[in-house]
């Protein structure tokens, strides 16, 4: 791992996280949005995220009015892939859900049909930050009725401005706790998500990617497992500190998205 940029020239994919890379909740990071756009010029973009609490549609468009050059298409969060995950292994399937309103849209989009907790083959768990202990009963219902519990992703912390708040794992913990851990975790570092988004680059070849992102537990790692060159940003979650002391490496750090990209056109 060495500071410095990786010659992005070298691939045809960009799979870029979203919070602590372009944004911190609904704060657009400095730089990131004219980075993104000089990025697409390199190759193609996709915005792997494991935020569920949005829409594609969603995030494309709160993206778009701060600032960034962003269609549907370009993003894979985890919403998405648990959509596309239920779909393509079980088709449309009876879902009870934990979470927001973007991980209720991909689940009706994709085919599913949300049900009470009895009627449930499926317990589908993200971000819930209206999350009751009356919705937690409900899940575990469907638990104990058989319901089989698929998580979006089981990150601790979510990054916001000023700090960070707890993330997907607080809900995949509560029902762990209650003896039920998940039997499938989709989001980043799962290879079910770098796969859905190597689908939507266009791109079979791991080793043409370049993952960008700001956690060394799900990008950095879900990098490694597929054999992806990797960039972790300083602009998130992790910092120098843990950077050193983990065992989780990735191919180069760069202080930010506009860092990483400004270098590579300096070097022109």
């Known amino acids: 791992m060495i500071r410095s940029h990786a010659k992005l020239e070298n691939y045809r994919a960009f799979l870029v996280d979203l919070d602590g890379v372009l944004i911190r909740s609904s704060e657009v990071i400095p730089g990131a949005a004219e980075a993104l756009l000089k990025l697409k010029e390199i190759g193609r973009v996709v915005l792997l995220s494991n935020n569920s609490t949005r829409s594609r549609r969603t995030f494309a468009e709160g993206l778009e009015r701060t600032g960034f050059a962003v269609e549907p298409e370009m993003i894979v969060n985890s919403a998405y892939v648990v959509a596309q995950y239920l779909l393509e292994r079980h088709g449309p399937s009876r879902v009870f859900v934990l979470g927001e309103e973007g991980l209720l849209d991909e689940l009706e989009q994709a085919g599913h049909q949300l049900v009470n907790p009895e009627e449930a083959q499926f317990l589908v768990a993200g971000l819930d930050r209206h999350l009751t202990y009356d919705k937690l009963t409900g899940a575990l219902q469907a638990l104990l009725g058989g319901a089989r519990f698929i998580a979006t992703n089981d990150d601790p912390t979510f990054p916001v401005p000023g700090g960070q708040i707890p993330g997907a794992g607080a809900i995949v913990g509560a029902l762990a706790g209650m003896g039920f851990p998940p039997q499938e975790i989709v989001g980043k570092p799962s290879a079910i998500a770098f796969e859905i ?17 700001d956690r060394l537990e799900t990008d950095i790692a879900g990098a490694a497992r597929m054999e992806m060159d990797s960039v972790l940003v300083l602009t998130g979650v992790a910092d120098n500190k843990e950077l050193e002391q983990s065992e989780i490496q990735p191919t180069w750090i760069a202080e930010s998205l506009a860092d990483l990209v400004g270098m590579h056109y300096a070097d022109e």
Request: charged residues 20%; aromatic residues 0%; proline residues 6%.
């Open 197 to 213: 988004a190597l689908k939507a680059a266009g791109v079979s070849d791991p080793g043409e990617c370049l993952v960008i992102g």
